[in-house]
């Protein structure tokens, strides 16, 4: 039922997936000024999570790459005011504060609000807020109690909000340079099922969570 559940989960998410793929297409092919293309995101931060029903809380460290898509409306001096979308793919790895590490994979979609400082033909520096939420899924390394080894399985929602700066460089008629460095706070809501590897005995329990994290993100923009 467990494994059910988690590729419905899957495949909700690779809906859309295509659906905002689909979407991005036809946003681009009716605005002109529109610059898109692929990006690198790397983060790393703290938090705390808790078991929803047995109240056991524990302290993470967090760390995370990303690929995928950037889309931005205005990379140098076409306008005073930019949005970007970043959709991507993303890994993360949560380790607790008893060294049990969970790794999780999932697709991310933020929206950024940019306000230019200084636009330029070819230079634009700019800064805003930013708005994202993510799915995810993941286990934890097999783990042993009492000699009866276990796994925890995953799935959570991340939603999050954080502020973000940048500077685009135009190198030449058709490419731009778009590294840019921000902060994100994070809430996630999810579930943990524990899996008694040697029964199969399964127990779900509902788990939250935030963290903080500091990121920093490279896109080239054709």
């Known amino acids: 039922m467990a494994q059910v559940t988690r590729k419905s989960r899957m495949g909700k998410i690779l809906a859309m997936a295509i659906m905002f793929t689909t979407l991005l297409g036809t946003f681009i092919d009716r605005a002109e000024a529109v610059s898109m293309g692929p990006y690198l995101d790397i983060s790393s931060g703290s938090g705390t999570y808790e078991w929803d029903n047995s109240f056991v809380e524990f302290d993470v460290?967090?760390?995370?790459?990303?690929?995928?898509?950037?889309l931005d409306t205005a990379t140098t001096d076409q306008s005073n005011f930019n949005y970007r979308l970043n959709i991507g793919f993303e890994g993360q790895e949560l380790e607790d504060e008893f060294n049990e590490t969970l790794d999780l994979n999932g697709?991310?979609?933020?929206?950024?609000?940019?306000?230019?400082?200084v636009q330029q033909p070819n230079l634009r520096?700019?800064?805003?807020?930013?708005?994202?939420?993510?799915?995810?899924?993941?286990?934890?390394?097999?783990?042993?109690?009492?000699?009866?080894?276990?796994?925890t399985e995953y799935d959570f929602f991340h939603f999050g909000i954080g502020?973000?700066?940048?500077?685009?460089?135009?190198?030449?008629d058709n490419v731009v340079l778009a590294p840019s460095i921000g902060l994100r706070s994070i809430g996630a809501a999810g579930t943990g099922t524990e899996i008694n590897l040697n029964t199969n005995a399964?127990?779900?329990?509902?788990?939250?969570?935030?963290?903080?994290?500091?990121?920093?993100?490279?896109?080239?923009?054709?």
Not at 163 to 172: E, I
């Open 125 to 151: 520096w700019w800064g805003g807020p930013l708005i994202r939420f993510g799915f995810y899924s993941g286990d934890t390394d097999t783990y042993y109690d009492f000699g009866t080894p276990y796994k």
């Open 107 to 117: 697709i991310t979609f933020e929206n950024v609000f940019g306000f230019a400082f």
């Open 202 to 222: 399964r127990y779900a329990e509902d788990i939250s969570g935030n963290s903080t994290n500091l990121f920093v993100n490279f896109a080239v923009l054709f």
């Open 61 to 70: 460290d967090t760390s995370s790459t990303a690929i995928g898509f950037a």
């Open 163 to 172: 502020v973000v700066t940048g500077v685009n460089f135009k190198v030449s």
